[in-house]
T-cell receptor, first 119, second 113 residues
């Protein structure tokens, strides 16, 4: 029973390149969340998605960042034209559908994170 | 909008001593409250959660937390700390009926022998 799978675990990009981070939610989970953790800081909410829908992207930078969760396949966080300030750990979390009880839907299961380094 | 404050950036306790990590939240209604732990290089693991009912909740690894509505607090406690508890601890609040969970900045726990 695999948990939340993120890849790659580590990614190095040069300024101006693109970074793609992937997240496969836990089996049975249909909600995906992306968080960013900067060094010595907490987790900042970026985006919440369900299959084929972006529900809340209030934490996403308006430019260069995008996220998707297609009908088939993993969720992808895409960062175009990366800059040094994008260097961070990006965590994906998933939760079950809202029909599985009012409490379960709010409990997040996290992946191990993808650490992006921009040179 | 909800928010979370963890006043202590670092805490050092001796092994075997008791521990209390502070958390204050801001939310207009009854919140969902969580504590997560993060070991170096790892993701976050849920320690415990409060949704309703008994305000003292028990979690894994011997941790407990108490919800105090009057103080808008959800402090984490452990009676006797083990060296393996050294990690970063995050308090989080979720909106009732919503799915956006907001995290505090974290408290890093150091355990000395």
């Amino acid at each position: 029973n695999a948990g939340v799978m993120q890849n790659p675990r580590h990614l190095v990009r040069r300024r101006g390149q693109e970074a793609r981070l992937r997240c496969s939610p836990m089996k049975g989970h249909s909600h995906v969340y992306w968080y960013r953790q900067l060094p010595e800081e907490g987790l900042k909410f970026m985006v919440y998605l369900q299959k084929e829908n972006i529900i809340d992207e209030s934490g996403m930078p308006k430019e260069r960042f995008s996220a998707e969760f297609p009908k088939e396949g993993p969720s992808i966080l895409r960062i175009q034209q990366v800059v040094r300030g994008d260097s961070a750990a990006y965590f994906c979390a998933s939760s079950p559908p809202s029909g599985t009880g009012s409490s379960g839907a709010n409990v997040l299961t996290f992946g191990a994170g993808s650490r992006l380094t921009v040179l | 909008a909800q928010s979370v404050t963890q006043p202590d950036i670092h805490i050092t306790v001796s092994e075997g001593a008791s521990l209390e990590l502070r958390c204050n939240y801001s939310y207009g209604a009854t919140p969902y409250l969580f504590w997560y732990v993060q070991s170096p290089g790892q993701g976050l693991q849920l320690l415990l959660k409060y949704f309703s009912g008994d305000t003292l909740v028990q979690g894994i690894k011997g941790f407990e937390a108490e919800f105090k509505r009057s103080q808008s607090s959800f402090n984490l406690r452990k009676p006797s700390v083990h060296w393996s508890d050294a990690a970063e601890y995050f308090c989080a609040v979720g909106a009732t009926g919503g799915f956006k969970t907001i995290f505090g900045a974290g408290t890093r726990l150091f355990v000395k022998a």
